[in-house]
């Protein structure tokens, strides 16, 4: 079967770090994307990993485990504006239309 | 550049009456997707289209729901008969091979 697992909701102080969490399980793996969406708005693409290792932009990191199915969004310096859903996807197969999207982690970032 | 562009961006119709939902993907995009989001299931695809041509449909949930692609710059989903149970929103997404999708601002889709 295929299945992504996030948190439902996790809560971090301005200024931190949070970790988000992504396991799958899917027949086939051909990369994986972290997407941001604000309440309200449309998912907004944040990084993509097909390779085991770190991926840095900026103030955010993606990871990736192939062999555990897993990976993680690292967030630093959190910023009141980073307070939005974070979806985990990933790439079935071998072709582009088979995006399989977790539900998405609400973060909440308090002062 | 224009992203994707999506109508209408608020629907608030009847059960039973047939409702459009309207995509204009980017221009020189080849795959443009159809997605449906609610808080039980999450971001859900419905089916995607390559070149214009419908690839994967298995999304779609029922006979009520269809997709066209006439032309590479437009692509429609309807509803008909709409249900209750169709209230959510509904997402468009283009990209060309490879690279990131990019996500219309979607319609709000609410069925009385």
């Known amino acids: 079967g295929q299945n992504i697992d996030q948190p439902t909701e996790m809560t971090a102080t301005e200024g931190a770090i949070v970790q988000i969490n992504c396991t799958y399980q899917?027949?086939?793996?051909?990369?994986l994307f972290w997407y941001q969406q604000h309440a309200g708005e449309a998912p907004t693409f944040l990084s993509y990993?097909?390779?085991?290792g770190l991926e840095e932009k900026g103030r955010f990191s993606s990871f990736l485990s192939r062999s555990k199915g897993y990976s993680y969004l690292l967030l630093k310096e959190l910023q009141m504006k980073d307070s939005a859903s974070y979806l985990c996807a990933v790439i079935r197969g071998g072709s582009q239309g088979n995006l399989i999207f977790g539900k998405g982690t609400k973060l909440s970032v308090k002062p | 550049d224009a992203g994707v562009i999506q109508s209408p961006r608020h629907e608030v119709t009847e059960m039973g009456q047939e409702v459009t939902l309207r995509c204009k993907p980017i221009s020189g995009h080849d795959y443009l997707f159809w997605y449906r989001q609610t808080m039980m299931r999450g971001l859900e695809l419905l089916i995607y289209?390559?070149?214009?041509?419908?690839?994967?449909d298995s999304g779609m949930p029922e006979d009520r729901f269809s997709a066209k692609m006439p032309n590479a710059s437009f692509s429609t989903l309807k509803i008909q008969p709409s249900e209750p149970r169709d209230s959510a929103v509904y997402f468009c997404?283009?990209?060309?091979?490879?690279?990131?999708?990019?996500f219309g601002d979607g319609t709000r889709l609410s069925i009385l």
């Open positions: 990993n097909v390779l085991d």
């Open positions: 899917t027949s086939g793996f051909n990369g």
């Open positions: 997404a283009s990209t060309e091979g490879g690279q990131p999708q990019h």
């Open positions: 289209f390559n070149n214009n041509v419908p690839i994967d």
